[in-house]
């Protein structure tokens, strides 16, 4: 028979179990809201560390070639990137300028184009609420009705008010719009270079955070997220570059206008894996309809071809060592972070499922193999 030590002691415990318990839960309760809330602001953050791996990735590959400190690598991969940058815009500016126009208005005639022959043909198309796309188009019976007004019939001091009150509230969301894209680019573009300045400060915070024995495991497995995140972020961006050139040369030969600006944004969309090429395809496409029906197949088959090369042998031969994530894993991921937190979680979805994959890897890559492969 137990002592009433004994019996004090067990209570003691189970209090003690269920008191942890209980801070664990309301713990990782809060942590959940916390990330639910502030979801943005973290993927902010990610995306400057994974800038700041980008960065650090090609300041290694020219500490390959060269025996300069990290510091003047990373200053030469700077401006050289700056530079770039600086004469894409200075040489092609207007011309990316006006073929971004071009094409902004291509692809509204083309949606409103799209939406009248399904019309014609029974198929709803309520979804599509294009808003000031739907205009009437020139000749229409409602164009000519509101050209045929009388001049004097001048609208009234409280019609001229209310439009003015909308006018300012839409420039006043444009104006915050792009105050907010400039600074999160701002803020990525800090948040990159001062983690590729100093990784290994970063590194050593990192891993002093964790608990004392565990900070040979979290070394291991930050090692293992850098390395991993490099390698992708290198096959990515040598993709990216393909996309760009070969899309942009292809739709020029086929005299699909603003060929650049489509170019660009295939290249861009390269870094989302299946979504981002499926949006790139059906801009390709609705640009190209304007320049008639064979044109519009030329560029499909030319998509085809570009996305068979992306993937098929592009991606397994640069990418074979980097990642290995199931095609169906990666898209429900995708859906899931887009649904849940928009372009940020579409955008990020796969190197965020990297980090957790790699972490799961380290965890189980020293248990007994359950099941045999097949």
Not at 211 to 230: H, Q, S, Y
Not at 242 to 263: N, R
Not at 342 to 371: C, N, Q, R, S, T
Request: hydrophobic share 55%; proline share 4%.
């Amino acid at each position: 028979m137990a002592s009433a030590d004994d019996r004090v002691k067990a209570r003691n415990d189970l209090a003690w179990a269920i008191a942890v318990g209980g801070i664990g839960t309301v713990g990782f309760a809060a942590l959940l809201v916390s990330t639910w809330y502030f979801a943005s602001t973290l993927f902010l953050i990610f995306a400057g560390v994974l800038f700041g791996v980008a960065l650090n990735a090609l300041t290694d590959l020219l500490g390959r070639v060269t025996q300069f400190p990290h510091s003047l690598r990373l200053a030469a991969i700077c401006l050289l990137l700056a530079a770039l940058l600086s004469g894409v815009i200075f040489l092609g500016g207007a011309t990316i300028a006006e073929q971004a126009k071009a094409l902004s208005g291509t692809i509204k005639s083309q949606v409103v184009n799209v939406k009248a022959f399904l019309e014609k043909y029974g198929v709803d198309t309520s979804y599509l609420d294009l808003g000031t796309l739907a205009a009437a188009p020139a000749g229409s019976p409602d164009q000519d009705a509101s050209a045929a007004a009388p001049a004097h019939n001048l609208p009234s001091a409280g019609t001229i008010a209310s439009s003015g009150g909308a006018i300012l509230s839409q420039t006043w969301k444009i104006v915050l719009g792009t105050v907010g894209a400039v600074g999160n680019f701002f803020i990525v573009l800090f948040l990159g270079l001062c983690f590729a300045a100093q990784p290994g400060v970063y590194r050593k915070g990192l891993i002093y955070m964790s608990p004392a024995r565990r900070r040979a495991d979290v070394a291991a497995v930050v090692d293992r997220i850098g390395e991993t995140l490099e390698r992708w972020l290198i096959a990515q961006m040598i993709t990216m570059f393909a996309v760009f050139v070969i899309t942009w040369i292809g739709l020029t030969l086929l005299g699909i206008p603003s060929s650049f600006i489509l170019g660009v944004q295939a290249g861009l969309l390269t870094f989302i894996p299946t979504v981002g090429a499926l949006i790139g395809g059906l801009i390709v496409i609705l640009a190209s309809l304007a320049s008639g029906g064979f044109a519009a197949l030329s560029a499909f088959l030319l998509f085809l071809g570009i996305h068979v090369l992306e993937s098929y042998i592009l991606t397994p031969m640069l990418q074979r060592e980097a990642l290995e994530i199931p095609p169906a894993t990666l898209f429900a991921f995708q859906i899931l972070l887009g649904v849940v937190f928009g372009i940020w979680g579409l955008a990020l979805a796969l190197p965020l499922i990297a980090v957790v994959k790699v972490a799961i890897d380290y965890v189980h890559e020293d248990e007994p193999k359950a099941l045999p492969s097949s």
